[in-house]
């Protein structure tokens, strides 16, 4: 299981793999299943969560810094480090299989290495090694909270903003944010309208959703061993992406109600809902992405609904007509900074310039969304990140260059979720959080063009 997990490790380092589709193919190549499976993943998932606190407490217990240690001995530090200060695996025998690890991968002397650090590291428990290396909460809150919650400081920065909150105010909604990373999320699915029912899903073990009405919780097991996730009549989507898909079919845009867009579409997960939603309202969904194998994957997600055609298509080029469609989403490629309870690894892997280079991108697909509307018609804006500069800033920056455009409630149309308002004045944007509503942090703003106007009519 520790050579399972140390190999995820070092390929999600070396060659930018993703540890949740990495993890599940090496355990069936492996055979690992079971209590030997749930603790490789234990050990993967929590080593890459706590990386960030645990490479503070390692740089204090070396006598070499962190970047002087050879990777594949840093990644075996770092799993020591998880199984002293993160699970409940004796010290001794933490110590000792971590030792034995270093051996094998790196020879005798970086066993020697490993077993000084990992003892030192065994002298305390977790709160009092970041009591120990943290800066003071009042002298520097953001870095405190990083070390404290393994995030890097930009991100923990970002969420703040986001949030609204400050020194003068305090940071305690970060600081939950921050924590809701750090927990398992429990797997979310979505039915197909009119091809499935939630209830189907509950009668096979699944918990049914707060919100979505399409939604359920699944606590443990395998989805595909569910019959209507294996027939392609419900799948995997998180409850904020399911309703931030429905509060645009909510928006009214009048009598004519044919034509829906999904503007990038992969790998198609509101697409499926959205083009069962369409067949139900007597519309059809056109679902577009730039990439050939991402527009593969949105045919194979919505083929179970038969009402929605699929091309590859520029979102920012495109090949439709202006002003063609009654309904458009743009959930747009963005940080993923609202997802980290699944991606631990993205934290380390994303920068402030990775948000940056996105910027454009971003205001050329909204741009093009709102273009792509007709008069009256509805359009609402995705990410799955709360970083300002990919969410209000985006909106702000586009609608500053239009005057056709209304900023809807977001918020009221989903009444029946609290707490998802926007602070100050960007109320009517709607920002899910991890933990405030048990989803990922996804961002909605629906807008709409302004009808034409007639006569004197004033806009």
């Not at 990439?291 to 495109?318: N, Q, Y």
């Not at 900074?337 to 050329?364: H, I, N």
């Not at 007709?374 to 969410?391: F, L, N, Q």
């Not at 909106?395 to 926007?422: G, I, Q, T």
Request: with cysteine; hydrophobic share 45%; net charge positive.
């Amino acid at each position: 299981m520790r050579r399972l997990a140390f190999d995820v490790l070092r390929a999600v380092a070396e060659r930018g793999a993703y540890a949740n589709l990495l993890l599940p193919a090496l355990l069936r190549e492996r055979e690992l299943t079971g209590r030997d499976a749930a603790l490789a993943t234990e050990l993967s998932y929590g080593t890459l969560r706590g990386q960030g606190t645990y490479d503070t407490i390692i740089a204090a217990c070396s006598d070499r810094g962190l970047d002087k240690i050879d990777p594949p001995v840093r990644d075996v530090l770092r799993l020591g480090a998880h199984q002293l200060l993160g699970t409940r695996i004796r010290p001794h025998a933490a110590v000792a299989t971590s030792v034995d690890l270093a051996r094998e991968v790196a020879g005798p002397g970086a066993a020697g290495f490993a077993n000084a650090v990992l003892r030192r590291v065994a002298s305390r428990d977790l709160a009092a090694w970041v009591a120990a290396t943290a800066p003071d909460r009042a002298a520097d809150p953001l870095g405190h909270l990083a070390v404290s919650y393994s995030h890097p400081r930009w991100i923990v920065a970002a969420f703040s903003e986001s949030l609204g909150e400050n020194t003068a105010t305090g940071f305690a909604g970060t600081e939950a944010a921050l924590a809701a990373d750090g927990a398992r999320p429990r797997v979310t699915l979505c039915t197909v309208p009119g091809i499935a029912e939630p209830a189907e899903l509950v009668a096979e073990g699944a918990e049914i959703a707060r919100w979505s009405p399409f939604g359920a919780y699944l606590e443990s097991g395998d989805p595909a061993g569910i019959a209507a996730v294996r027939q392609g009549r419900a799948a995997v989507q998180d409850e904020a992406s399911q309703l931030a898909a429905l509060a645009l079919t909510r928006v009214d845009v009048g009598a004519a109600d044919r034509r829906w867009l999904d503007l990038c579409a992969g790998p198609g997960g509101k697409a499926r809902l959205l083009a069962g939603l369409a067949a139900r309202a007597g519309a059809r969904l056109l679902a577009a992405d730039v990439r050939p194998h991402r527009a593969r994957l949105v045919s194979a997600a919505t083929a179970v609904t038969g009402s929605a055609g699929v091309g590859v298509a520029d979102g920012t080029a495109p090949a439709w007509r202006a002003g063609t469609f009654d309904r458009v989403i743009a959930d747009v490629p963005c940080s993923g900074l609202g997802a980290l309870r699944r991606r631990p690894e993205a934290r380390w892997r994303k920068s402030p310039a990775d948000v940056a280079a996105l910027g454009g991108l971003q205001r050329r697909l909204l741009a093009s969304a709102l273009d792509a509307a007709r008069p009256g018609g509805a359009v609402a804006y995705i990410t799955c990140s709360p970083h300002v500069d990919e969410t209000r800033t985006v909106v702000a920056d586009v609608l500053s260059r239009r005057d056709d455009v209304a900023v809807l409630d977001a918020p009221a149309v989903l009444a029946e979720v609290p707490d998802l308002r926007c602070p100050g004045p960007e109320g009517r944007y709607a920002q899910f959080w991890p933990h405030r509503h048990g989803t990922d942090a996804i961002f909605l703003a629906l807008l709409q063009r302004r009808p034409r106007l007639t006569g004197g009519e004033e806009p």
